[in-house]
């Protein structure tokens, strides 16, 4: 489905570069949950930020389905986000003045399918993940992880081909994080949701089957869980980190 191809991105001017990615390169298979580690200024932030194209590479190619993005104009760029790309942000990103139920369905709403469409759709995903009990509520009146179930729903109501989620549990005590993974790993394994996430926590990182780790804006190490507990796979994790030596603590 997605694949990275050397992949550098530059910020600065002549007599100031910094380079922030350097020659990555990955592919993602349909149907995929691969997490992305690393420490603070490793590239992880600014790797999720091109693949949605909030940013654009210096070199290289980004290819979702065989379509270079990089060569998407920029009038094209906010209509492929809507209807190919799927977010899930630490801050959830939920309008207030919305309801939950106009909040997932807005998407839908923008690219002007019938309402009653909207709404079936919305009450598919919604009873998939367990809140349909909350669509008439605003954000405010829901809790923190009905917020980000919500904003995984956003995510997935269009039939996006990609979700990509930035630290999606950081706002998130540890209890409402377990649900959300466990409802991620849902999305994935039963609604074959193909998932990018980047997080710094080992145990979100052991819900995915693949694991990138960025080092100085270059893949570092690989893992791949391949049907070993979750529990073993979350210890392997922890080993890869502290083969990042003085990065770890910046890291978990």
């Known amino acids: 489905m997605l694949q990275v191809k050397n992949i550098e991105k530059y910020y600065g001017n002549k007599n100031n570069v910094t380079k922030a990615l350097d020659r990555v ?3 993602v298979a349909d149907g995929e949950f691969i997490a992305i580690m690393g420490a603070s200024g490793s590239g992880k932030t600014t790797l999720l930020n091109c693949i949605s194209t909030i940013d654009t590479v210096s070199a290289g190619e980004i290819l979702l389905d065989g379509e270079n993005i990089a060569d998407l104009p920029a009038g094209v760029l906010a209509k492929f986000r809507r209807e190919r790309l799927g977010f899930v942000f630490q801050d959830f990103n939920l309008l ?4 939950i139920e106009e909040n997932i369905g807005l998407a839908l709403t923008i690219n002007h399918a019938e309402a009653d469409k909207v709404k079936m759709q919305v009450e598919e995903v919604a009873g998939k993940l367990g809140i349909t009990e909350i669509l008439g509520k605003f954000p405010y009146q829901v809790s923190g992880g009905q917020k980000q179930r919500a904003a995984c729903a956003r995510a997935m109501v269009a039939g996006q081909s990609l979700l990509l989620a930035d630290e999606p549990t950081g706002a998130l005590d540890s209890k409402a994080s377990k649900n959300l993974l466990e409802i991620m ?3 994935n394994g039963t609604m074959g949701a193909t998932i990018l ?8 990182a052991s819900y995915a089957g693949r694991v990138l780790f960025l080092k ?8 791949l869980c391949g ?3 979750r529990s073993v796979f979350y210890h392997e994790i922890l080993d890869v980190l502290a083969a990042l ?5 910046d890291v978990i």
């Open 245 to 249: 030596g003085g990065d770890i603590s």
């Open 227 to 229: 049907g070993r507990s």
């Open 185 to 187: 790993a849902r999305m």
């Open 216 to 223: 100085d804006g270059r893949i570092f190490n690989e893992l």
């Open 197 to 204: 996430m980047v997080t710094h926590d080992a145990y979100s």
């Open 25 to 27: 390169s990955f592919d």
């Open 96 to 99: 207030d003045t919305l309801t």
